[in-house]
């Protein structure tokens, strides 16, 4: 298998094995649809972008054009809109840095490279890409990925896409992956390779990873549409299951009350990938 | 998205929307494993194929090389050993013909072509491949693909790939698809279209096309591990089922009598195939 393949692979098949983990609280899993995006919908996408991972893994395009493509080739299958935006937001630099050495060792220095070497071109491009999907953002954030204005904005201020990371990470914990040089993901990364070697399955090792990162950092997207409060409480919540509660009563709480974790969702995805880049079979 | 990215895509898809399609009776599906094989195995494997559909695509590959290779790809992130042997044997050929031309309707002639130009070649590295793969076959034929000396009989007698599955036909539904032009595939992708464009979601769509597909055609599987009586049977059954029966009855009583019919699962994938080829978004 050529390396760009085994790259795009492991990040496909992470987006896969994510979506699929049972029960994985308040997200879409094999179990559970939402009412406007089903398990169908996130299989589709996830073998839409996969080519994308590819041309990321060959090092020669721009991480702005590839998170551009990445929300188009989403939709190739399916109809529910791009799925997996943050997931791809994280994946497509890890990529690009896997691709640009072999090394697991090295992968973490050479994302870090990847990043900071981010133009206002890239910074263009993503504020693009918001126009083909429905993701919820900061409203109060100077530059409206809805108003047309901040694509001039962008160029006049020659704002990389790094520092609009920069900007965003304090009420975004992607934005911080990017700044601080994705500590939760390689932090994640080693709770599965712990959780897996301790016998759990691959399925429970990923819910005991979710349920684990969830606890420990509040999820974005939660606290984007229901306030830092709430996503605070769940992330208690998610610590008092893990010692001793029912997952599956945590599930049927979350879903019932609309309470979504995909930004720890997209967390796990990029602790996987980093796994499978490892080695992981099973 | 390139030609031959999409008709990857739409095979790799294929085979996850049908381990994902539940109840599935009999097989794994995204709610029930077998001991040894679970359904992130299956998972794992379609993404490992991939790739190989996508050289097959490409059309500068020969068939035996390539189902050669696809079974060392199933394996790349999984240890249960190739999961997709019988759908490889009918994906292969579909997307060297997709590969050839981009309209579906020529789609059936082009893999009449392809799997009657296959060589002896083929039939030697389609041999070599079952060394990889622990796969139900008859122990009768003249040919026996545990016999090393087998690989000589088919070059002395320049035995082609597709004579090979001239041979094979009386006794297995796989080769008679390449046999007679794939008629149960094309059949099933038009139970598909009309399934979906009813009404029912992808999955309910999926069930019934497997039933369908079950009770059209004795399952080749079946009938090698339990006899073509026991095939008759299941057969009849989802016949009965699909007119007023309960198909989560049906699965939790072949799950018990360990009968799976992976052959049906196999015609489903291609019939898939087929329909996402044609353009199905969901």
Same mark, same amino acid.
């Given at each position: 298998?050529?390396?760009d393949?085994?790259?795009?692979?492991?990040?496909?098949?992470?987006?896969?094995?994510e979506?699929?983990?049972?029960?994985?609280p308040?997200?879409?899993?094999?179990?559970?649809?939402?009412?406007?995006v089903?398990?169908?919908?996130?299989?589709?996408?996830?073998?839409?972008?996969?080519?994308?991972?590819?041309?990321a893994?060959?090092?020669?395009?721009?991480?702005?054009?590839?998170?551009?493509?990445?929300?188009?080739?989403?939709?190739?299958?399916?109809?529910?809109?791009?799925?997996?935006?943050?997931?791809?937001?994280?994946?497509?630099?890890?990529?690009?840095?896997?691709?640009?050495?072999?090394?697991?060792?090295?992968?973490?220095?050479k994302?870090?490279?990847?990043?900071?070497?981010?133009?206002?071109?890239?910074?263009?491009?993503?504020?693009?890409?918001?126009?083909?999907v429905?993701?919820?953002?900061?409203?109060?954030?100077?530059?409206?990925?809805?108003?047309?204005?901040?694509?001039q904005?962008?160029? =006049?201020? &020659?704002l990389?896409?790094? /520092? $609009?990371?920069?900007?965003?990470?304090?009420?975004?914990?992607? %934005?911080?992956?990017? +700044?601080?040089?994705?500590?939760?993901?390689?932090?994640?990364?080693q709770?599965?390779?712990q959780?897996?070697?301790?016998?759990?399955?691959?399925?429970?090792?990923?819910?005991?990873?979710f349920?684990k990162?969830?606890?420990?950092?509040p999820d974005?997207?939660?606290?984007?549409?229901?306030?830092?409060?709430?996503?605070?409480?769940?992330?208690?919540?998610?610590?008092?299951?893990m010692?001793?509660?029912?997952?599956?009563?945590f =599930?049927? &709480?979350?879903?019932?009350? /609309? $309470?979504n974790?995909?930004?720890?969702?997209?967390?796990?995805? %990029?602790?996987l990938? +980093?796994?499978?880049?490892?080695g992981?079979?099973?």
């Amino acid at each position: 298998m050529r390396n760009d393949d085994f790259i795009a692979g492991c990040a496909e098949l992470a987006m896969l094995l994510e979506v699929s983990a049972t029960p994985k609280p308040g997200n879409v899993d094999r179990t559970h649809d939402f009412q406007d995006v089903t398990y169908e919908h996130f299989l589709a996408s996830a073998v839409g972008i996969s080519p994308v991972f590819k041309k990321a893994a060959s090092t020669r395009f721009q991480i702005g054009d590839l998170i551009f493509d990445a929300v188009n080739a989403s939709t190739q299958w399916q109809k529910a809109g791009n799925c997996h935006f943050g997931a791809t937001v994280l994946l497509i630099p890890l990529c690009v840095a896997a691709g640009k050495s072999s090394k697991l060792s090295q992968l973490k220095q050479k994302v870090v490279g990847v990043v900071k070497n981010t133009t206002s071109a890239d910074a263009v491009q993503f504020y693009k890409s918001f126009h083909c999907v429905d993701v919820r953002v900061q409203e109060r954030h100077f530059l409206d990925v809805k108003d047309p204005k901040s694509l001039q904005t962008i160029l =006049d201020q &020659d704002l990389t896409l790094y /520092k $609009i990371m920069q900007l965003s990470s304090p009420n975004d914990t992607l %934005a911080r992956e990017w +700044v601080e040089g994705f500590p939760r993901t390689f932090h994640g990364s080693q709770l599965m390779q712990q959780y897996f070697q301790s016998g759990l399955s691959v399925n429970d090792s990923i819910v005991q990873l979710f349920l684990k990162l969830l606890g420990e950092f509040p999820d974005t997207l939660i606290a984007k549409k229901w306030g830092m409060e709430v996503a605070r409480e769940v992330s208690t919540t998610a610590r008092g299951v893990m010692r001793d509660g029912d997952v599956q009563d945590f =599930d049927r &709480d979350l879903v019932q009350r /609309k $309470i979504n974790p995909g930004t720890t969702a997209d967390l796990v995805i %990029a602790s996987l990938f +980093v796994t499978l880049l490892g080695g992981l079979r099973y």
